[in-house]
């Protein structure tokens, strides 16, 4: 950055902020993206709509009531049913926070996006490692990860 820059940012930083925002709107209508908009800022919280739809596919894929009960309080602790939920410090992501997160590609291509293929990886990992998923609650219980 040039001096001037610099300059403009550390005295007068809320113009130096629209400057940046202009230069950002106006190459995404040159390159025919949409810009985010200053009021779109990102939810901590799943829509409901989603946690419903992630929750009933959780429900079909288990079955029984009490695995999903231990499921469904893995989930909440660890990503509060938010299928893009990830972790900056270890990378951890998605539903059941694979560590990492690509370890759900044996699942699927879509386990980026698709709560199914979360789900599927989750119970294979909980089944695999704890022997079902109310064994992953009660190891979580103890040592406050799974």
Request: net charge neutral; hydrophobic share 45%.
């Amino acid at each position: 950055m040039t001096r001037s820059v610099l300059s403009r940012i550390t005295v007068r930083p809320k113009a130096a902020l629209l400057g940046s925002a202009l230069v950002a709107s106006s190459a995404a209508m040159v390159l025919g993206v949409s810009a985010p908009s200053a009021s779109a800022a990102p939810t901590a919280v799943p829509a409901a709509a989603e946690v419903a739809s992630a929750k009933t596919i959780a429900k079909k894929m288990i079955g029984d009531e009490a695995q999903f009960a231990c499921f469904n309080k893995i989930v909440e602790h660890e990503s509060n049913w938010d299928i893009d939920a990830s972790n900056p410090s270890s990378g951890a992501y998605g539903l059941v926070q694979a560590l990492p997160g690509g370890k759900m590609a044996s699942a699927g291509a879509d386990w980026k996006t698709n709560p199914a293929t979360q789900i599927e990886w989750g119970l294979d990992y909980m089944k695999d490692r704890y022997g079902s998923p109310c064994g992953a609650w009660s190891s979580w219980q103890v040592q406050g990860w799974y």
